[in-house]
């Protein structure tokens, strides 16, 4: 990139959860090569070390996010082999298919305890680590936050709490000089999306894409993040008609509910039946 900002990134301490594929993994790769000082936090230990391997063999710890307790250890041990923190990027979180009157109740209850509480308590023990005029916390909602499509009730449900929780940080956290952005998605080319979309309901809703917008580069978000972390933005999004559509959800939301109408009865019946698993595998 030829983005004059990036050169702020350079010995930048940050922190990405989430980091063990996907967005964080290719996240933490551009952060370090635009010479970044990177800690790695998720789930899936072999990954992590993998990516951490190609960070300057970066510092990761395994770390499941609704374990607040635990949050609280890594984050504090991964700041102190930085030697503080300069940038948090809440980004791990899961997604599952779930039709709101017949889906499973735990499924509802699992994805608010991953991303909702998850991502507090992320921000909570980061916050004090990065409360300084060069902090920057980052929440990783989603499109999702502001348009909600069928299917995708707990998922939206829990990105719109997200986004409540970083704007809220960002007016608590101003007087310390430190900024808070919140991350907005369409469907990137990444596992989780490959997943979360790749359902028998899903296809039939939106014929063989099985996708509600298409599917956007992966390096797209990947840019996004970079620009917005140098920048210390207020809001991240990608691809770009994804801002538009913030600034305008309702009309987006009527959009979406005359899209799916006829095909929605048919993706409900399968639906009902189908038990995908999450975007990642809990504990």
Same mark, same amino acid.
Request: aromatic share 4%; hydrophobic share 45%; proline share 5%.
């Given at each position: ?15 990405? *959860?989430? @980091? ?6 290719? %996240?933490?790769?551009?952060?370090? !090569?635009? #010479?970044?000082?990177?800690?790695? /936090? +998720?789930?899936?230990?072999?990954? %992590? ?6 960070? #300057?063999? @970066? ?27 300069? =940038?948090?990027? @809440?980004?791990? #979180? ?11 109740? !735990?499924?509802?209850?699992? *994805?608010?305890?991953?991303?909702? %509480?998850? *991502? ?18 980052? /929440?990783?909602?989603?499109? @999702?936050?502001?348009?909600?499509? &069928?299917?995708?009730?707990? $998922? ?5 709490? =997200? ?8 007016? !608590?956290?101003?007087? *310390? ?6 991350? $907005? ?10 997943? +979360?979309? #790749? ?14 917008? +298409? ?6 978000? =990947? ?13 991240? $999004?990608? &691809? ?7 600034? /305008? ?14 095909? %929605?009865?048919?993706?409900? !019946? ?6 995908? &698993? ?6």
């Amino acid at each position: 990139m030829n983005d004059p900002t990036t050169h702020r990134l350079a010995d930048r301490r940050i922190l990405i *959860t989430g @980091a063990a594929r996907g967005i964080g993994a290719a %996240l933490a790769r551009r952060l370090h !090569e635009r #010479g970044a000082r990177l800690a790695l /936090a +998720g789930l899936e230990p072999e990954l %992590l070390e993998s990516v951490a391997a190609t960070c #300057g063999d @970066a510092p990761w710890r395994h770390c499941d996010i609704a374990d607040r307790t635990g949050v609280e250890a890594v984050i504090g041990d991964l700041a102190a082999e930085l030697g503080g923190l300069d =940038v948090i990027v @809440a980004n791990a #979180g899961i997604a599952a298919q779930w039709p709101v009157l017949d889906g499973d109740p !735990e499924v509802l209850e699992t *994805t608010l305890r991953v991303n909702v %509480l998850g *991502t507090y308590h992320t921000l909570r023990a980061a916050g004090r680590h990065i409360s300084h005029p060069h902090g920057y916390a980052l /929440a990783v909602a989603s499109l @999702a936050a502001a348009v909600h499509a &069928p299917l995708l009730g707990a $998922y939206s449900a829990s990105k719109a709490a =997200v986004e409540a929780l970083g704007d809220t940080l960002r007016i !608590e956290l101003r007087h *310390t000089g430190a900024k808070v952005g919140v991350a $907005y998605f369409a469907e990137l080319d990444t596992e989780m999306t490959r997943r +979360g979309f #790749g359902t028998r309901a899903a296809a039939a809703m939106k014929g063989h894409q099985g996708t509600f917008t +298409g599917v956007t580069p992966l390096r797209a978000g =990947v840019d996004a993040l970079e620009r917005g972390i140098a920048r210390r933005s207020r809001r991240v $999004y990608a &691809p770009r008609w994804v801002g538009p559509v913030l600034v /305008a959800p309702g009309v987006a939301q009527r959009v979406v509910e005359k899209a799916v109408r006829s095909r %929605l009865p048919a993706a409900l !019946e399968i639906a009902r039946g189908e038990r995908p &698993p999450f975007t990642t595998d809990q504990p």
